[in-house]
């Protein structure tokens, strides 16, 4: 059982560069989420989906976007990389009525120069 | 000001010692109360929940909240260096529609215990 996959692990972009990051799950979770997490800020909400079709913005949504065509994959888009969005961003899943425990990814470490 | 506040620490500890971690919190509308544990370089992991009030021990771990203080905590019972972690605080409400699964998370604590 997989869980969360987030690919890739790593990436450098250049500002203004635009890129995709991938995050599946294979639990038939409906609720995913992208958080990102910068020193001393915790994990911040950036958009999440209550099942294919169906997003909504979090606390950053700004420079991001998302799209849910199917319940396990849960793509961020970053538009035009800027050295703000240098982060450690993490995918996560739940079931929609057990929030208490969301299953999170490893994380892609992006560094926007 | 934040929603939820954790003391970022770093806090560090000899091995065996008591460990207590808090968080305070301002939106009144929450109901659910977790912890997660984050190891170096890795996704959060939980590792307790709490629903409403009172407290849940689970081994050497035990979660308290009190919601009339707005306060929740952790305590860890003769601390290993395993328990070495950023530990994170989360709360979420059941105001229902799409609301119901969000997660606000405090800052985290890093801790340190040495042998």
């Known amino acids: 059982n997989a869980g969360v996959t987030q690919t890739p692990k790593f990436q450098v972009l250049k500002t203004g560069q635009s890129m995709t990051l991938q995050c599946a799950q294979d639990m038939n979770h409906e609720y995913m989420s992208w958080y990102r997490q910068d020193p001393g800020m915790g994990l911040r909400l950036i958009h999440y989906?209550?099942?294919?079709?169906?997003?909504d913005q979090g606390e950053v949504p700004n420079g991001y976007n998302v799209s849910r065509s199917t319940t396990e994959d849960f793509p961020l888009r970053l538009l035009s990389a800027a050295p703000s969005q240098t982060s450690v961003y993490f995918c996560a899943s739940s079931y929609f009525r057990v929030p208490t425990e969301a299953f999170f990814g490893q994380g892609t470490r992006l560094t926007v120069v | 000001q934040k929603e939820v506040e954790q003391d970022p620490g770093p806090l560090s500890v000899p091995e065996g010692a008591i460990v207590s971690l808090n968080c305070t919190y301002s939106?009144?509308?929450?109901?659910?109360f977790m912890w997660y544990r984050q190891y170096s370089r890795k996704g959060p992991e939980l590792l307790m929940y709490t629903y409403s009030s009172g407290n849940k021990e689970d081994g050497r771990f035990t979660a308290q909240v009190d919601k009339s203080s707005k306060y929740i905590s952790l305590f860890i019972r003769d601390s290993q260096p395993s328990d070495s972690a950023t530990y994170l605080c989360?709360?979420?409400?059941?105001?229902?529609?799409?609301?119901?699964?969000?997660?606000?998370f405090g800052q985290g604590t890093i801790l340190t215990v040495h042998p």
């Open positions: 939106n009144s509308a929450f109901q659910y």
């Open positions: 989360a709360m979420s409400n059941n105001a229902g529609g799409t609301s119901y699964g969000k997660l606000t």
């Open positions: 989906s209550v099942g294919a079709g169906i997003t």
